[in-house]
């Protein structure tokens, strides 16, 4: 196994490349200055910074697997204090690769992080660091969890939570937040005595170590939301090649309204205020007649004889019909004869 201290040459074999270790230091500013700035991480300046430290890790990165430090068949003994801190590159890598703001190669970054969260997180498995459950990669179908294409119909209806399933995952993220906490507190610390002044080698490795525990259960936690985040533009893009029809416009609803026999009627009907709109029959006709309405034009038949009857008893009153007329003569000269309640034998006294 190489050493972090050994060089790594150019092309031309002349010029010595920068160690390894100060490639890192300058990524890890940059990273640094990125995440405890003010400004917004869209603007500019910040975008600016996070290439450069993309660079500064990228390049780093490069140089880490020539030299292939980390190897599965050994032991977190046999790695040296000095190339301890070097477990963290690809976490660094990861994080500020999520921080690009390019929305067409958004899951280009999502795929490019995700890989990076999962190899650190393999090699802290591989060494034993600590106690979690590793989760699957993306030839796995990590980018599915169901195991399934997206249905290009549409997403499918949900199935019944499993109630166990999110139970474990809720106490999973209650422990690893504990960790977390603990893990920072004595990393407090232990930075205080080291920035003292200390160079105790068990101290430092003691560092290196808690700062790749603390990383643990954050990678965990960004790998869970980058499937999550993946799931969403796979489905966006689906929607996209398949979009929806759109829906037919609605009409408008009727205003309420006074249907009158002629315009007399609708302007006594019409006169006074509050009141509501009057129209008369003929002004209706012509109006359903021009919306296509009317019985020739997709009316049921049954409506339309309803329709025709009553129009045809009004008729026949507005025309003083001969019979109609004579039922009514009749039955006034009735009542001239008879006393009202005449033949009501309930009523007697």
């Known amino acids: 196994m190489a050493s972090a201290d050994s060089t790594v040459r150019g092309r031309s074999g002349e ?3 920068p160690r390894l270790a100060e490639m890192l230091d300058r990524g890890w500013r940059l990273y640094e200055e990125v995440e405890s700035t003010s400004e917004p991480t869209g603007s500019n300046p910040v975008q600016v910074k996070i290439k450069r430290g993309l660079m500064r890790l990228q ?26 801190k070097f477990l963290l590159l690809p976490v660094l890598l990861a994080s500020l690769t999520l921080k ?24 802290c498995k591989d060494y034993d660091i600590s106690t979690f459950h590793l989760p699957p990669d993306q ?9 399934e294409e997206p249905d290009s119909r549409g997403p499918a209806p949900r199935s019944q939570p499993d ?18 906490k603990a893990t920072e507190a004595k990393l407090a610390e232990v930075r205080a005595l080291v920035d003292g002044g200390s160079t105790d080698d068990e101290l430092v490795r003691e560092l290196h170590l808690l700062q790749i525990r603390r990383w643990i259960p954050l990678a965990i936690e960004e790998i869970e939301s980058i499937d999550q985040e993946i799931q969403i533009l796979k489905r966006m893009d689906v929607l996209k090649q398949n979009p929806v029809p759109p829906s037919l416009p609605r009409k408008p609803p009727m205003k309420p309204f006074i249907l009158t026999k002629d315009a007399m009627q609708a302007k006594v009907f019409g006169e006074g205020y509050p009141s509501l709109p ?3 029959v003929d002004d209706w006709y012509e109006q359903h007649r021009k919306k296509g309405c009317l019985p020739d034009q997709g009316i049921s038949q049954g409506t339309v004889d309803v329709d025709a009857e009553e129009r045809e008893k009004e008729r026949r ?3 003083d019909d001969e019979e109609a007329l004579q039922k009514a003569r009749n039955w006034d000269d009735w009542k001239d004869t008879h006393q009202r309640g005449y033949g009501n034998r309930k009523n007697m006294g």
């Open 139 to 147: 030839e796995e179908g990590a980018d599915t969890p169901t195991g």
């Open 317 to 319: 009153e507005e025309e």
């Open 278 to 280: 009057t129209m008369t």
């Open 100 to 123: 690009q703001v390019s929305g067409s190669h958004r899951l280009d970054h999502l795929s490019s992080a995700r890989s990076n969260f999962h190899l650190f997180l393999r090699h």
């Open 15 to 17: 010029q010595e490349a």
């Open 59 to 84: 390049e780093a990165a490069g140089m880490l697997e020539q030299l292939d430090l980390f190897s599965r068949n050994e032991e977190l003994d046999e790695v040296s204090t000095a190339d301890l």
């Open 163 to 180: 109630l166990i399933a999110m139970a474990t995952q809720r106490q999973a993220k209650i422990e690893r937040f504990k960790q977390r």
